[in-house]
């Protein structure tokens, strides 16, 4: 089938919606602009204003600072296709803050993501790989878990390449 090239333009933004892009882009650059041109970020990182959720990813990813965020584009239920924070807790396995019964939860999750790039705490690699900064995986060290339990129980547990 020959495809004009509009047709071309639009299969390709079809697909970029469809992994996220947007979003991904979105929240790339908003790591980008606060680590290179220190926006948004405390004089001292440790003082940064955390939403609960963002103190409970900094504490899941404290092993290794590997965070992904992604959806599951397969899923017959929209709330199960939402963009949602995955953390490698350590090389074996992964947590994902997602909730198909309760979207608030994967959203409040993505917002907490959202506030540690805004502080300057994430590093954007490629695509939907990110990391903890430096001074992030210090935090994130010093967090307690009983302080972030409630929150880290809703995340969903499963091995790093399911």
Known sequence: ??????????????????????????????????????????????????LPEARAILFAARARGVVEIRAVNSAFDAASRLLAVYVEVDEERTIA?????????????LEGFRNLCESGLVLHHIARDFTLSPQALQIARQIDQQEVAELLAKATEFGLHD
């Open 97 to 109: 803050f997602r909730d198909a019964s309760q979207p608030e939860v994967t959203l409040l999750f």
């Open 1 to 50: 089938m020959d495809l004009n090239p509009v047709d071309n333009y639009l299969h390709g933004s079809w697909e970029a919606l469809a992994e996220g892009a947007p979003m991904l882009v979105a929240l790339a650059q908003l790591c980008n602009d606060a680590w290179v041109h220190r926006r948004g970020r405390a004089a001292d990182p440790s003082k940064a204003i955390l």
